[in-house]
């Protein structure tokens, strides 16, 4: 009983603590303000030039329908068809992959607001989170309000928390058994929508409720937990029990092939977004006794964020145009598919500005930057 007052009144300080600090923080505005309004403006100018709306086309749709049945349809064969252990086992291997797939190009897009003009669409295609095991609500306000607006800020973009067991900051406490997660991190990576499906959502709710970022949703913390809990029942009893009960084989090779789901999406998932932001290019600002971080908010975004793989289509297809996570940082209310495109405008108004632009030539050179930095964080600090 000790043990877990101690461990609640510890949660409690962090909150305190995560919260006065936020509040803290704001960006100069005469730091380079003119870079991001000449951007906007020539983004803009394309858009209208090109009669183009910024939201999802067609292919946009054809990949939206194909990923949720690269989800859907396995678990169909799964549940009715299926009698091979390797034919099981690699269905739910393609679950991973197409569970990855809505989430990186459909509920991505669908809860920054960028997939369509019409905001039911948004809000039902965002709901696409729950088919997977997370919440919507707590997924925007770690996406969109923490990472988007602090990003690798120690402390604040809760990306860079992992938990003890990972150090993705310079600024975060070295521990001994961090000169290790070269090798062990990997792993770790594979267990993210895991752990997100079991518990991490309950005290997501916890912490937001504490720092009273729930009421940026418009939900109370009673009826967030409630969503929750309901959304947990039906996502186990579907994608779980229905297989236990029709699928031919054992149950627990049916638990092994829900982990291999899970480990196959996380691992996917992890290696999308790390190599954006967790690279020896990465600046990882520390704002001033003021609070105030000395640069503007989208140059901050330009030195903590690098793209990766530009001229691979197919890649930049399947993440959702996340290989373009520059574009991403600077206009997450743009739908992914125009990335490509608006990547020239972005890479020449950097350079204009004498401003850096990091970009990778394929996703190994990005992988290994990540490597790298993984590495540099293991040394114990001097």
Not at 312 to 335: A, D, K, M, T
Not at 344 to 365: C, D, G, M, N, R
Request: one cysteine or more; a positive charge.
């Amino acid at each position: 009983m000790l043990k877990i007052c101690s461990i609640l009144k510890v949660m409690i300080n962090f909150v305190n603590t995560f919260q006065e600090t936020m509040q803290k923080i704001s960006y100069s505005k005469t730091h380079n303000p003119e870079f991001y309004k000449t951007l906007q403006q020539r983004v803009r100018a394309y858009f209208r030039e090109n009669n183009k709306t910024k939201f999802a086309n067609t292919n946009m749709k054809i990949k939206t329908v194909f990923m949720l049945v690269l989800y859907i349809f396995p678990f169909i064969a799964i549940t009715t068809i299926a009698d091979n252990r390797w034919v099981i086992m690699g269905l739910w291997f393609l679950m991973g992959i197409g569970m990855a797939g809505i989430g990186l190009s459909i509920m991505h897009d669908a809860n920054h607001g960028a997939y369509s003009k019409n905001d039911r669409v948004n809000k039902y295609l965002g709901l696409l989170l729950y088919l997977l095991g997370g919440s919507d609500v707590n997924w925007r306000i770690q996406h969109n309000i923490l990472h988007h607006t602090y990003t690798n800020v120690t402390g604040i973009d809760e990306d860079l928390n992992p938990g003890n067991i990972l150090r993705f900051s310079p600024h975060t406490k070295w521990r001994s058994f961090h000169k290790f997660q070269v090798y062990y991190a990997w792993f770790f990576y594979g267990l993210m929508t895991f752990a997100w499906a079991l518990i991490k959502d309950y005290r997501q709710a916890y912490r937001y409720h504490r720092m009273d970022l729930t009421k940026t949703q418009g939900i109370t913390y009673q009826n967030l937990l409630f969503k929750i809990i309901l959304s947990k029942i039906l996502y186990f009893s579907i994608i779980l029990v229905l297989p236990f009960l029709f699928s031919p084989v054992e149950w627990w090779f049916t638990l092994l092939c829900f982990f291999l789901m899970h480990f196959v999406c996380g691992i996917i998932l992890s290696l999308i977004f790390q190599p954006a932001h967790v690279v020896p290019t990465s600046n990882y600002p520390v704002p001033e006794n003021s609070g105030q971080i000395d640069a503007d908010w989208a140059v901050s975004q330009l030195y903590n964020t690098s793209n990766f793989a530009p001229k691979s289509r197919f890649f930049s297809w399947y993440v959702g145009g996340l290989n373009f996570q520059i574009e991403h940082h600077l206009f997450p209310n743009i739908c992914h598919v125009h990335y490509p495109q608006l990547s020239e405008i972005v890479k020449k108004t950097a350079q204009e500005f004498q401003l850096p632009y990091f970009s990778e030539k394929t996703f190994f050179h990005a992988l290994r930057s990540h490597f790298q930095m993984l590495k540099q964080l293991s040394c114990k600090p001097q």
